[in-house]
């Protein structure tokens, strides 16, 4: 499985930015992370692609919104009201399948085989 991350760039504080990820095809779900150099990556928010179902981190939820277009095999990340704090690189993940666990079993990247690029969002305050 391909995926093809886009949207990053630079924001001012209070802004948005609608991040895609293009997946060569239909995978059990799709998460967004964000990653320091050197640090760990950390969960932002998931979709399953079965049944649309979807799971947040605390540090984004209302300000995020993740969603998909089943016909683009598509997923978006919309993350609105930026804080300097949220500049980093988002990579999107794949599942190999529907393991038909909790929706929160995708909070972790050990539920996912595939990786994005990476695109980078910076917000300036």
């Known amino acids: 499985v391909q995926l093809q991350a886009s949207g990053g760039g630079l924001v001012q504080a209070g802004g948005s930015l609608k991040l895609s990820c293009a997946a060569s095809?239909?995978?059990?779900?799709m998460g967004w992370f964000r990653q320091a150099p050197g640090k760990e990556r950390i969960f932002l928010a998931t979709i399953r692609w079965r049944d649309g179902q979807t799971y947040y981190a605390y540090s984004v939820k209302g300000r995020f919104t993740i969603s998909r277009d089943k016909a683009k095999n598509t997923v978006y990340l919309q993350a609105n009201s930026l804080k300097p704090e949220d500049t980093d690189v988002y990579y999107c993940?794949?599942?190999?399948?529907?393991?038909?666990?909790?929706?929160?079993?995708?909070?972790?990247?050990?539920?996912?085989?595939?990786w994005g690029q990476g695109t980078l969002v910076t917000v300036s305050s």
């Open positions: 095809e239909r995978t059990g779900a």
């Open positions: 993940a794949a599942s190999r399948g529907d393991r038909n666990y909790a929706i929160s079993y995708y909070s972790t990247s050990g539920a996912y085989d595939y």
